[in-house]
Structure formats: structure tokens, C-alpha cells
């Protein structure tokens, strides 16, 4: 008989089972069937398939294959080794219903039938024949480790059986190798009794095998099997889909017909059994186990892309997206048919402006044809991209303002696309005028890319160089003595290398000096304008020079921790003597910034004399808390996890927390809640499920900064 062979291509299949040959994947499906002959006599026939194309070479079928024969109470009697004849192999031909689907190019099948004949004579309970082997491909989607599962096929001969020479129906057809997805399928699974019994159909598991440690057991092992282990939401009553939509397969009791709409890829296994009644009796159930290819079946489609909108432009490239066809015929201005071509991605010109609907036939003039309509939009140029650059702030880094005045003639602006770019910098922004703040100088260059609301798109690109001051922190008030020098406004004379304009000029030495001697007769605020070399940064200040003895401080009044410290700044000055009172809690009372750490709440009073004996004096409040109590620790009595966004969990509140541990215990004493994290709250559930409302034990220790500690238990109640 001519081999034919039926290959459905999987890439994932063929690397699976490449790289798992060793254990001999192969095994595709089979089933068992007896004739009795009389006088005690069964031929009984067993008939395997295999995978050709991706089994394990080594897989062949077995020669001899071990057919063991149990009896009713499981225990082994004989085994039947039966011989392959070649003659009897071959190679299955594929069928579809459909004209215009092509069969897919990488299914290899191959069966084969083992036959002989047993003697069985009568025993209460009859007899099980058993052939068992391994491996199922390791590809099959809808099982659990299905390179470890193998194959069972077996069948029953009972006491009535024996008594009344039966013969177990003959299935009519093989089921087919694949299937198309989401394409309905009808397949018939009948069979014929050749004693003319009644015969009820339905789908049943498959029977689990040998393993990759025996996969070929001579004898079988024994009896009895457990059934495949399905995977997820597989199951006798979806086979192919685990619910993911489609028609589950299904099989008409009566008749044998198997229908559904599969719409997953892959491989999956199958179980058919038919029941044999007699006057009524169940005396007999055959079982057929194979595995189907579920792929797609190459149906004809027509597709292409092309810009959906042109702008500026008449010619347009077509890109062919159809699949399955070899011929095209296109029309570029559907319904008008003067323009047409046959190649598979054509370029064409148009006249004009406007819009045009474009036609694909993919296959014409075949039965199996199909037709692909989209439309291109050709636009004259209407849209022009700008916009207006401002610095808005060059002090540490450079804050840029853009102001778009971008312009269409046709429609309106929908969308803008703005990069930045300064060497390893890269700013993005979708607004109409966005802000732009960089932290990296040189070279910058500003992309916008501007779309209409018809699709068209037009960018502008602009560079200039990035420059910014850095801070140059000057005192925001300076005091002098009245009847001292003057005082210097900027003492560290940054920026030597930029402009500096100070006003007003009066009582200055220098309006143009980056730090000018001030002699003002009373206090006095000067402005400075410093700009940058490049002309590009220009950034303002302000200092106040008060003519009297001059001293700022802070805090002036601070509330800290117990245990904790806080820092005392007063202004800076190398020509100032500094002295803190009381000195108690200080580290040291003799300088600006000295640290203090009472332990009560405590004024401090500063006094500051210049070089010119002016004496200034400030005063600073500390207050000093202790948290690490109630109600400073709040713990809740009840909540209630319904997701309104008020009391939706258990949580320890404090601003002072630093450690904490909380454990909830349910009224039998199981721990249902624990964290370490301050702030994360308990949400009712226990295990992901939500327990029901109780009273709940609860139990908090935690750790306040600066080292108070505090713990308590107590009770919460959960409200749903």
C-alpha cells in the first residue's frame, strides 16, 4: 500500500520531542477488539498507532508486543507474545471536508495490527486482556507530564461473554489526525456489533501505562489502572478547549457522532468508550485512546498594509499580508477599474490628492478566494511645526518654558511629541507647551514632532547651547555696625567669570565688582544681576544689609523627641564671638552651630558680638515630647475590609514608630496576621480568603526613635 503521509507543523512539537527521543515518545493511540470463533477460541486484535514524523526512531512498534491476559481478580495468568507482520503497516491519509483548507505539512501517523488467537475457557468473572506502553509525546497540551503517563489498551471479555460466545463491536473509522482550529468539526465514531447488540456511546478517560523506567512491560503490569492525570480544566467533559470558549466536544449516545469547535493548538488525547447491552444488560465496554493535532488548516486570507493616511506624497508601496495564495489581482481605485495590477506588493502613483479604497483578490477566479478593502488618504502639506524657547530658570540646573505655535491649514493639532536632548540626557513630553528642566550643560538640541487630526506629521528641530549658574548662596541679609567700615556683599566672590550689575549703586564701591564693599548709612537692600558669559543665564538676588548688630537664628522654636538633638544655626561670621546660655544640653556653648540636647523644654538665649563690639542677642525655644505612649500610639478597635476607603484595615498608627511587630490571632488562638513593617495594615483575609467578622486578639511591640519602646495586647473587632 502507497505511504501518504499527514504532517501538521508545530515548532514547539518538534523541539519538545527532539529533545526528549531518549525515552522513545511515539505513542499515538490504539484500541483492543475480540472476535469469538468458538470452542473457546478469541482472535483477538490489537491495533497501535505511532508517530512517524517526530516519535523516537528507536520507538518502533514491538516485535513481539506482550498482550497479558488477567482474571477478574487481577491476578496474572499467561501473557500472549504476538509477532509484527510489516504487511500489515501503514501510513494514514489525511481527509478535509473543506476544499479550500490545506492540509497542514507536518503529521506523520503510522499504524499497524496485531493479531491472534487465545483460548479462554469459561471461569467465573471472566478475563482481562492487557498491552501497555510508553511514552506519550511530551507535546500533549491537556495532560500532566505526559512523557510519564504512557498508554493502556485493554478490554473485558465477562462471564455472559463467555457463556454466549460474544464478539465486542468494531469501530467503523478512525478518527481524524487533526483538526482545524475554530473550524466545527462532525466526525463519525460508530461502530458495528457483529451480534447485533445495542451500543451506547460516550466520552471516557484514557487509561494511564508504562512508564520511561519499563516502556514496553512484558507481561503488563497488573491491573487495575489509574486514568490519565488531565491538566488544569481538562477533563472527560472538555477534552480540547478547558474552557476557553469554542463547543466542547461532545458525542451523540446514540449514533456515535463526535462534534465540538476546538480553539486551542496542539496536541491532545482522546478517550471514546461504547457500551454493549444485551436484553437490557451492560455486558461490555471497548475503549479507544488517540490523540488529535489541533492546528490551523491553511484557509486562503487576503491582506496587505499601506499608510492609512499620505501626506505631501502620491506614491504609496503596498505591503501583501495575505496568507495561503500564490496569485493577486489589486485595484488601487475600487470601484473605478482602470488601475490594477498582479504583483505581490506593487507600488503605485496616483493622480491627485484624495481619498481612494483599494482592493485585494487573493487566489482570483478559485473557488477558495478572498477579498481584502482598505482606504489611503493622499493630503497636500497643511501642517507646519514651531514653537518659541524661554528660560525660566537657570539657578543649579536650566527650567525651560516652550510655547508651541505650530499650525495646520486643514485641521486641528492632535497629538505633540517633544525631545530634549544634552549629551547622556534625554527628556520626553507629550504636552502643548511643556517644561523642561536639565541638570547637564552643552549642546542641546529640541525635537518636536507634531500630528494632525488627519495624520499627518511634521517635525522641527532646533539646538542652542544649555548653560546655568550654580547658586551662588548669598546672605540674604548681612548687619554692620553704624559706625563700622562697610560690609562686603558677597564674601566667597563666586562667578569671577560672569557679569555682575548690583543696585542701587549707591554707598558701593564697585556696582560691577562680583562682591562690592557696602557703606550704607541704614539698612539697605541691594539687587544683583548676574548673567553668564554665553548670555544665556540670568538669574536675580537680593541682600539686606541691616546697619545695627546683625544675628539670625534657627530654629526659633522647635519641638523635638526625648533622646533626640537638634542643630543651632545662627548667622555665620569669622569676625563674630558667639555665646549660648544656659549651656546645660549643649555641646558646645561657644559657636554658631552648636547641637543641643535637652531634656526639658528649655529657652536658649544667644549672644553675638562683632569685631567692631556690637553685641546682638537671640533667643531659641526647644520643646522636647515624649510619643512612644498612647495617644501618641494609636491602635484601632475595629474596622471593616468593604473597600469604601475609610477603616479598611488594621493598622498601629504613630508618627514616631520605627521598629514595630504585629501579630492577629483568631479566637482559637491561630495566628492569622504578622508584619515587621510600620504602616502596613492587615485586610481581613487569611491565605488570600477573607475570614469572617470575629473578635480578633491582637498583639503590638514597637520601637520609637530614640529608643522608648512600647507593647500592648488587646482586641479587634472585624466588621463586614
Same mark, same amino acid.
Given at each position: 500500500?502507497? $505511504?501518504?503521509?499527514?504532517?501538521?507543523?508545530?515548532?514547539?512539537?518538534?523541539?519538545?520531542?527532539?529533545?526528549?527521543?531518549?525515552?522513545?515518545?511515539?505513542?499515538?493511540?490504539?484500541?483492543?477488539?475480540?472476535?469469538?470463533? +468458538?470452542?473457546?477460541?478469541? $482472535?483477538?486484535?490489537?491495533?497501535?498507532?505511532?508517530?512517524?514524523?517526530?516519535?523516537?526512531?528507536?520507538?518502533?512498534?514491538?516485535?513481539?508486543?506482550?498482550?497479558?491476559?488477567?482474571?477478574?481478580?487481577?491476578?496474572?495468568?499467561?501473557?500472549?507474545?504476538?509477532?509484527?507482520?510489516?504487511?500489515?503497516?501503514?501510513?494514514?491519509?489525511?481527509?478535509?471536508?473543506?476544499?479550500?483548507?490545506?492540509?497542514?505539512?507536518?503529521?506523520?501517523?503510522?499504524?499497524?495490527?496485531?493479531?491472534?488467537?487465545?483460548?479462554?475457557?469459561? $471461569?467465573? &468473572? =471472566?478475563?482481562?486482556?492487557?498491552?501497555?506502553?510508553?511514552?506519550?509525546?511530551?507535546?500533549?497540551?491537556?495532560?500532566?507530564?505526559?512523557?510519564?503517563? =504512557?498508554?493502556?489498551?485493554?478490554?473485558?471479555? &465477562?462471564?455472559?461473554?463467555? %457463556?454466549?460466545?460474544? !464478539? !465486542?463491536?468494531?469501530?467503523?473509522?478512525?478518527?481524524?489526525?487533526?483538526?482545524?482550529?475554530?473550524?466545527?468539526?462532525?466526525?463519525?465514531?460508530?461502530?458495528?456489533?457483529?451480534?447485533g447488540d445495542s451500543l451506547v456511546y460516550r466520552l471516557c478517560n484514557p487509561l494511564m501505562g508504562a512508564d520511561p523506567g519499563n516502556p514496553m512491560p512484558q507481561p503488563p503490569n497488573f491491573p487495575p489502572y489509574d486514568t490519565v492525570p488531565w491538566l488544569g480544566n481538562y477533563g472527560v467533559n472538555d477534552m480540547l478547549n478547558a474552557g476557553m470558549g469554542g463547543v466542547p466536544m461532545t458525542?451523540?449516545?446514540?449514533?456515535?457522532?463526535?462534534?465540538?469547535?476546538?480553539?486551542?493548538? &496542539?496536541?491532545?488525547?482522546?478517550?471514546?468508550?461504547?457500551?454493549?447491552?444485551?436484553? &437490557?444488560?451492560?455486558? /461490555?465496554?471497548?475503549?479507544?485512546?488517540?490523540?488529535?493535532?489541533?492546528?490551523?488548516?491553511?484557509?486562503?486570507?487576503?491582506?496587505?498594509?499601506?499608510?492609512?493616511?499620505?501626506?505631501? /506624497?502620491?506614491?504609496?508601496?503596498?505591503?501583501?499580508?495575505?496568507?495561503?495564495?500564490?496569485?493577486?489581482?489589486?485595484y488601487f481605485d475600487w470601484p473605478n477599474g482602470s488601475a490594477t495590477s498582479i504583483e505581490e506588493n506593487p507600488v503605485f502613483t496616483y493622480p491627485d490628492t484624495g481619498l481612494y479604497t483599494i482592493m485585494l483578490i487573493a487566489e482570483p477566479g478559485s473557488p477558495c478566494t478572498d477579498t481584502f478593502f482598505s482606504e489611503v488618504h493622499l493630503l497636500p502639506h497643511s501642517l507646519f511645526a514651531?514653537?518659541?524657547?524661554?528660560?525660566?530658570?537657570?539657578?543649579?540646573?536650566?527650567?525651560?518654558?516652550?510655547? @508651541?505655535?505650530?499650525?495646520?491649514?486643514?485641521?486641528?493639532?492632535?497629538?505633540?511629541?517633544?525631545?530634549?536632548?544634552?549629551?547622556?540626557?534625554?527628556?520626553?513630553?507629550?504636552e502643548k507647551n511643556p517644561v523642561f528642566a536639565l541638570t547637564e550643560e552643552g549642546l542641546a538640541t529640541l525635537t518636536l514632532v507634531v500630528t494632525s487630526g488627519n495624520g499627518c506629521m511634521d517635525t522641527l528641530v532646533q539646538e542652542f547651547d544649555a548653560s546655568f549658574l550654580d547658586d551662588p548662596n548669598l546672605e540674604d541679609s548681612l548687619g554692620i555696625c553704624i559706625a563700622a567700615g562697610?560690609?562686603?556683599?558677597?564674601?566667597?566672590?563666586?562667578?569671577?567669570?560672569?557679569?555682575?550689575?548690583? $543696585?542701587?549703586?549707591?554707598?558701593?564701591?564697585?556696582?560691577?565688582?562680583?562682591?562690592?564693599?557696602?557703606?550704607?548709612?541704614?539698612?539697605?537692600?541691594?539687587?544683583?544681576?548676574?548673567?553668564?558669559?554665553?548670555?544665556?543665564?540670568?538669574?536675580?538676588?537680593?541682600?539686606?544689609?541691616?546697619?545695627?548688630?546683625?544675628?539670625?537664628?534657627?530654629?526659633?522654636?522647635?519641638?523635638?523627641?526625648?533622646?533626640?538633638?537638634?542643630?543651632?544655626?545662627?548667622?555665620?561670621?569669622?569676625?563674630?564671638?558667639?555665646?549660648?546660655?544656659?549651656?546645660? /544640653?549643649?555641646?558646645?556653648?561657644?559657636?554658631?552651630?552648636?547641637?543641643? !540636647?535637652?531634656?526639658?523644654?528649655?529657652?536658649?538665649?544667644?549672644?553675638?558680638?562683632?569685631?567692631? +563690639?556690637?553685641?546682638?542677642?537671640?533667643?531659641?525655644?526647644?520643646?522636647?515630647?515624649? %510619643?512612644?505612649?498612647?495617644?501618641?500610639?494609636?491602635?484601632?478597635?475595629?474596622?471593616?475590609?468593604?473597600?469604601?476607603?475609610?477603616?479598611?484595615?488594621?493598622?498601629?498608627?504613630?508618627?514616631?514608630?520605627?521598629?514595630?511587630?504585629?501579630?492577629?490571632?483568631?479566637?482559637?488562638?491561630?495566628?492569622?496576621?504578622?508584619?515587621?513593617?510600620?504602616?502596613?495594615?492587615? @485586610?481581613?483575609?487569611?491565605?488570600?480568603?477573607?475570614?469572617?467578622?470575629?473578635?480578633? +486578639?491582637?498583639?503590638?511591640?514597637?520601637?520609637?526613635? =530614640? =529608643?522608648?519602646?512600647?507593647?500592648?495586647?488587646?482586641?479587634?473587632?472585624?466588621?463586614?
Amino acid at each position: 500500500m502507497a $505511504q501518504r503521509i499527514i504532517r501538521i507543523s508545530f515548532l514547539i512539537i518538534a523541539f519538545f520531542c527532539l529533545r526528549n527521543q531518549a525515552h522513545a515518545t511515539h505513542i499515538v493511540g490504539g484500541e483492543m477488539t475480540y472476535t469469538c470463533l +468458538g470452542n473457546n477460541q478469541y $482472535q483477538v486484535t490489537l491495533t497501535i498507532f505511532r508517530d512517524c514524523y517526530y516519535g523516537s526512531p528507536a520507538a518502533w512498534f514491538d516485535d513481539p508486543a506482550s498482550i497479558g491476559v488477567f482474571d477478574a481478580n487481577n491476578n496474572f495468568l499467561f501473557q500472549e507474545l504476538v509477532g509484527w507482520d510489516p504487511i500489515l503497516n501503514d501510513t494514514l491519509d489525511p481527509t478535509l471536508d473543506n476544499e479550500c483548507f490545506t492540509v497542514p505539512p507536518d503529521v506523520c501517523v503510522h499504524t499497524t495490527y496485531y493479531s491472534t488467537v487465545i483460548t479462554l475457557p469459561y $471461569q467465573p &468473572g =471472566g478475563y482481562q486482556l492487557v498491552y501497555q506502553r510508553c511514552c506519550r509525546n511530551q507535546t500533549i497540551v491537556n495532560l500532566v507530564e505526559p512523557l510519564d503517563v =504512557g498508554a493502556t489498551y485493554s478490554i473485558n471479555i &465477562g462471564d455472559q461473554a463467555l %457463556l454466549e460466545c460474544n !464478539s !465486542s463491536p468494531q469501530f467503523n473509522n478512525w478518527p481524524p489526525l487533526f483538526l482545524c482550529v475554530n473550524q466545527p468539526f462532525q466526525i463519525d465514531q460508530s461502530a458495528v456489533d457483529p451480534d447485533g447488540d445495542s451500543l451506547v456511546y460516550r466520552l471516557c478517560n484514557p487509561l494511564m501505562g508504562a512508564d520511561p523506567g519499563n516502556p514496553m512491560p512484558q507481561p503488563p503490569n497488573f491491573p487495575p489502572y489509574d486514568t490519565v492525570p488531565w491538566l488544569g480544566n481538562y477533563g472527560v467533559n472538555d477534552m480540547l478547549n478547558a474552557g476557553m470558549g469554542g463547543v466542547p466536544m461532545t458525542i451523540d449516545p446514540q449514533t456515535g457522532l463526535l462534534t465540538g469547535t476546538p480553539v486551542i493548538n &496542539g496536541q491532545f488525547v482522546i478517550g471514546i468508550c461504547v457500551e454493549e447491552y444485551r436484553n &437490557g444488560e451492560l455486558i /461490555g465496554v471497548s475503549r479507544r485512546d488517540y490523540q488529535v493535532n489541533v492546528g490551523d488548516c491553511g484557509e486562503v486570507t487576503s491582506s496587505f498594509f499601506a499608510p492609512e493616511v499620505i501626506c505631501e /506624497g502620491l506614491t504609496v508601496a503596498f505591503q501583501n499580508q495575505s496568507n495561503n495564495a500564490e496569485n493577486y489581482l489589486w485595484y488601487f481605485d475600487w470601484p473605478n477599474g482602470s488601475a490594477t495590477s498582479i504583483e505581490e506588493n506593487p507600488v503605485f502613483t496616483y493622480p491627485d490628492t484624495g481619498l481612494y479604497t483599494i482592493m485585494l483578490i487573493a487566489e482570483p477566479g478559485s473557488p477558495c478566494t478572498d477579498t481584502f478593502f482598505s482606504e489611503v488618504h493622499l493630503l497636500p502639506h497643511s501642517l507646519f511645526a514651531d514653537f518659541e524657547l524661554e528660560q525660566a530658570d537657570c539657578v543649579d540646573s536650566l527650567t525651560l518654558q516652550i510655547t @508651541d505655535s505650530s499650525i495646520d491649514t486643514l485641521t486641528n493639532i492632535a497629538a505633540y511629541d517633544w525631545q530634549l536632548t544634552v549629551g547622556n540626557t534625554t527628556l520626553h513630553s507629550d504636552e502643548k507647551n511643556p517644561v523642561f528642566a536639565l541638570t547637564e550643560e552643552g549642546l542641546a538640541t529640541l525635537t518636536l514632532v507634531v500630528t494632525s487630526g488627519n495624520g499627518c506629521m511634521d517635525t522641527l528641530v532646533q539646538e542652542f547651547d544649555a548653560s546655568f549658574l550654580d547658586d551662588p548662596n548669598l546672605e540674604d541679609s548681612l548687619g554692620i555696625c553704624i559706625a563700622a567700615g562697610g560690609v562686603h556683599l558677597n564674601p566667597d566672590n563666586q562667578f569671577s567669570d560672569a557679569t555682575w550689575l548690583w $543696585q542701587p549703586a549707591t554707598s558701593l564701591d564697585d556696582p560691577t565688582s562680583p562682591n562690592p564693599l557696602a557703606t550704607p548709612d541704614s539698612t539697605t537692600t541691594y539687587s544683583v544681576t548676574i548673567t553668564d558669559a554665553e548670555g544665556f543665564c540670568v538669574i536675580e538676588k537680593q541682600v539686606t544689609v541691616i546697619v545695627s548688630p546683625f544675628v539670625d537664628v534657627s530654629p526659633v522654636i522647635d519641638t523635638i523627641l526625648e533622646g533626640q538633638s537638634v542643630q543651632l544655626m545662627a548667622t555665620y561670621n569669622p569676625n563674630y564671638t558667639y555665646h549660648w546660655s544656659p549651656a546645660e /544640653g549643649l555641646d558646645n556653648p561657644e559657636i554658631h552651630n552648636t547641637v543641643a !540636647s535637652p531634656t526639658e523644654e528649655t529657652v536658649y538665649t544667644l549672644t553675638v558680638t562683632d569685631a567692631n +563690639g556690637c553685641v546682638a542677642t537671640r533667643t531659641v525655644t526647644i520643646v522636647v515630647l515624649t %510619643l512612644c505612649e498612647e495617644p501618641f500610639i494609636f491602635i484601632p478597635t475595629a474596622f471593616s475590609p468593604n473597600g469604601d476607603g475609610l477603616n479598611d484595615s488594621f493598622r498601629v498608627m504613630g508618627s514616631n514608630i520605627a521598629e514595630i511587630n504585629v501579630i492577629v490571632y483568631d479566637r482559637w488562638g491561630e495566628k492569622v496576621f504578622e508584619s515587621s513593617t510600620p504602616g502596613q495594615g492587615w @485586610d481581613g483575609t487569611f491565605r488570600g480568603k477573607a475570614l469572617p467578622p470575629d473578635v480578633y +486578639g491582637y498583639y503590638v511591640e514597637l520601637t520609637c526613635f =530614640g =529608643g522608648l519602646h512600647f507593647a500592648k495586647k488587646g482586641n479587634v473587632t472585624l466588621f463586614r
